[in-house]
C-alpha cells in the first residue's frame, strides 16, 4: 500500500504559476499510473491529468491542457503537477491519486488518494 502527500498550495494571481508535489512513502511510485485531481467547493471531484508509470505517456482534461504539465522523478518517488497561466476557475483543492493499470480519468479507478493541497488563484 502506498501514502500519498501533496505539497506546494498555496495562493497565486491570475496568470501565475505552481508547481505542485506528490510524495510516496510505503511503496515505490513507480508501481502506480498517477493522476491528478481536483475539487472546487460545491463540485465533485474532477480529472486534471495522470502519468504513466515510466512518465512516457500524460494524459490531460482539455480545460488545462497547454497549461498544465505533469511529470515524474521515479528515483525520488515524486510527481509534481507544474501549472502555470493560472485562472481563477482553477481554484480548487487539489489531489493526487494513485492506481495499478493504465492511465485513467476515471475517479473510481484510482485506488490511493492523499489528504490534498489548496490552491487560490485571485482575478
Known amino acids: 500500500q502506498v501514502q500519498l502527500v501533496e505539497s506546494g498550495g498555496g495562493s497565486v494571481q491570475a496568470g501565475g504559476s505552481l508547481r505542485l508535489s506528490c510524495a510516496a512513502s510505503?511503496?515505490?511510485?513507480?508501481?502506480?499510473?498517477t493522476g491528478w485531481f481536483r475539487q472546487a467547493p460545491g463540485k465533485e471531484r474532477e480529472f486534471v491529468c495522470a502519468i504513466s508509470r515510466s512518465g512516457g505517456s500524460t494524459y490531460y482534461a482539455d480545460s488545462v491542457k497547454g497549461r498544465f504539465t505533469i511529470s515524474r522523478d521515479n528515483a525520488k518517488n515524486l510527481v509534481y503537477l507544474q501549472m502555470n497561466s493560472l485562472k481563477p476557475k482553477d481554484t480548487a483543492v487539489y489531489y493526487c491519486?494513485?492506481?495499478?493499470?493504465?492511465?485513467?480519468?476515471?475517479?473510481?479507478?484510482?485506488?490511493?488518494w492523499g489528504q490534498g493541497t489548496q490552491v487560490t488563484v485571485s482575478s
Open positions: 510505503g511503496r515505490t511510485l513507480s508501481s502506480y499510473v
Open positions: 491519486a494513485a492506481r495499478y493499470g493504465i492511465n485513467s480519468d476515471a475517479r473510481n479507478e484510482y485506488d490511493y
